[in-house]
């Protein structure tokens, strides 16, 4: 059997086995959540060679699950249905307050060689927008409603900064994806936007626009990427092989992330700056997706 072909076999057993409870026991496979999009079968496939390799590392069965929403990654952890997880930022956060879980490791890229980005407000140099106070009256681009770094960190530093959101601004969008705010400032349909900083450092790369363009108005505080996590009883031994095998993985694809050059250690606490931007915007996490 083809190793593809074999992968989604033992993906697509993966979600019946979970779906039915019958999982087995870590001696015998490990389970991992994946984040999920609108396509399981495609997060399943981007994350193919990642999976793979941990599989031959561990010398057991890898087995991957896809979810709905967060909401079901994060259950099926708190049930003990799954041994490790992929979560983003928030869904990290929320799941600590629901399951026993705790960060281990966020990937690192060759792309970037950080395992930490930057929500970052842009405008063009020739809108006279400097500082924050320049935004006042001005058209505004957020990426989605639950982007971390297109719109709850910027909209929690604008809090910060003594402005409120809704009334600073004479429109706001909501554009979809951060290409969509950059281009959106480039073209001029806003005045200013919210976005990550390497995504808008790919996008000058591919030269698809130009670095002397743009003015930086604002930037958050480091946003820690998104973790790697395990059931707090999963056995220590198997802990410790997970997070060696993890570190080993490199120049495989992750992703929209990039390459990889490996996973390296984290903890809860580097995702407090996560729950302190919560704690400004009064949100509630158990709503996010």
């Known amino acids: 059997m083809k190793p593809v072909s074999r992968f989604l076999r033992v993906a697509s057993l993966a979600l019946l086995s979970l779906g039915a409870a019958s999982v087995a026991t870590a001696k015998d496979q490990l389970t991992i ?20 390799s ?13 979810a709905t929403d967060y909401n079901g990654i994060i259950e099926a952890l708190r049930a003990g249905k799954l041994d490790v997880a992929y ?12 399951a026993e879980v705790e960060a281990f490791a966020v990937a690192v890229t060759k792309k970037t060689g950080q395992s930490a980005y930057k929500s970052v407000i842009l405008a063009r140099k020739d809108s006279g927008i ?24 910027p909209k929690a530093g604008l809090e910060q900064a003594g402005f409120v959101p ?16 950059i281009l959106a400032v480039e073209n001029r349909k806003v005045d200013a936007a919210a976005v990550a900083d390497r995504i808008f450092a790919s996008a000058v790369a ?34 410790l092989k997970v997070a060696a095998a993890l570190a080993a993985i490199k120049d495989v694809p992750w992703g929209d992330q990039g390459v990889l050059d490996g996973f390296q250690p984290t903890h809860d606490g580097a995702y407090d700056v996560v729950r302190d931007t919560a704690k400004v915007l009064d949100l509630d996490l158990r709503r996010m997706k």
């Not at 599989?55 to 896809?66: A, C, H, I, R, T």
């Not at 809704?166 to 705010?181: K, N, P, Q, T, Y």
């Not at 958050?220 to 395990?230: F, K, Q």
């Open 33 to 52: 959540g994946l984040i999920p999009s609108e396509d399981s079968q495609a997060m399943i496939e981007s994350s193919k060679q990642v999976l793979s």
């Open 206 to 239: 591919k030269g698809v626009v130009k670095q002397d363009d743009f003015q930086q108005v604002w930037s958050s505080r480091a946003i820690p990427e998104s973790p790697m996590v395990w059931r707090k009883d999963l056995d220590p031994a198997l802990k």
């Open 54 to 66: 941990l599989e031959q590392q561990l010398g057991m069965p890898v087995v991957p699950f896809v």
């Open 166 to 181: 809704a009334e600073l601004f004479s429109r706001v969008i909501f554009s979809g994806s951060h290409d969509a705010s």
């Open 130 to 153: 400097r500082e924050l106070a320049d935004l006042k009256g001005r058209t505004f681009a957020f990426v989605d409603p639950s982007s971390a770094s297109g719109h709850l960190f």
């Open 87 to 98: 979560l983003g930022p928030f869904s990290y956060v929320l799941a600590t307050s629901v």
